[in-house]
Structures are given as structure tokens and as C-alpha cells.
Nanobody, 115 residues
Framework: QVQLVESGGGLVQAGGSLRLSCAVS????????MAWYRQAPGKQRELVAI???????NYIDSVKGRFTISRDNAKSTVYLQMNGLKPEDTAVYYC?????????WGQGTQVTVSS
């Protein structure tokens, strides 16, 4: 059974930081690209950051220079370090294994940024 369990969300003031974690089980973690998506109220889910098996990372333009995705294959965990948070970053953040909507999903963690 594949499980992705996110943690680290919460309420933070604009300019603050949060670190999201996603612990993965049930798949060979090191063989999978991992990604973070987010969905704001009334908007479609969007890909925020993706990290390939070899560690290459890519980001949407709106978070470049502020967010960092990383992975620890020994712990089967992927992280999203979010700095310089803005109110428009408010959303439910989802961990994804496989790097596409056809992959596996976590339950989501709420991130709220107050102005």
C-alpha cells in the first residue's frame, strides 16, 4: 500500500518560512521523481516544484528563488523549504510521487500566509 504523509503546514505571516515534509512508503522512493503541487481556493491544482531521481529540480516562476525542493532517499522523504512566503502562496500543498497527476498523492497540508 502506497502512502504519502505530509507535515509542516500552518499559519505564517508574510515574509516567513515553512518547511513541508512528505514521508513515502510502499514504493521504491529513489526510483521516482517527486513533486509538490498546490491548490488555492477556486483555482486548479498546479505543479509548484519537481525533483528528478538524480536530484535535478525545477520550479514554477512564481516561487523561484524562494522555494527549494529536496529529497533524502535514505529516509524516503521529500521536502519543500518555503522562504519569503506571500499571501498568494496560501493553498493546500500536496506531495506527489511520480511527478504527474497520474502518480500517487498525499492527503495535503494547509499553508496559510497572512498579510
Amino acid at each position: 500500500q502506497v502512502q504519502l504523509v505530509e507535515s509542516g503546514g500552518g499559519l505564517v505571516q508574510a515574509g516567513g518560512s515553512l518547511r513541508l515534509s512528505c514521508a513515502v512508503s510502499g514504493i521504491i522512493f529513489s526510483r521516482n521523481a517527486m513533486a509538490w503541487y498546490r491548490q488555492a481556493p477556486g483555482k486548479q491544482r498546479e505543479l509548484v516544484a519537481i525533483i528528478a531521481r538524480g536530484g535535478t529540480a525545477n520550479y514554477i516562476d512564481s516561487v523561484k528563488g524562494r522555494f527549494t525542493i529536496s529529497r533524502d532517499n535514505a529516509k524516503s522523504t521529500v521536502y519543500l523549504q518555503m522562504n519569503g512566503l506571500k499571501p498568494e502562496d496560501t493553498a493546500v500543498y500536496y506531495c506527489n510521487a511520480g511527478g504527474s497527476p497520474l502518480g500517487y498523492w498525499g492527503q495535503g497540508t494547509q499553508v496559510t500566509v497572512s498579510s
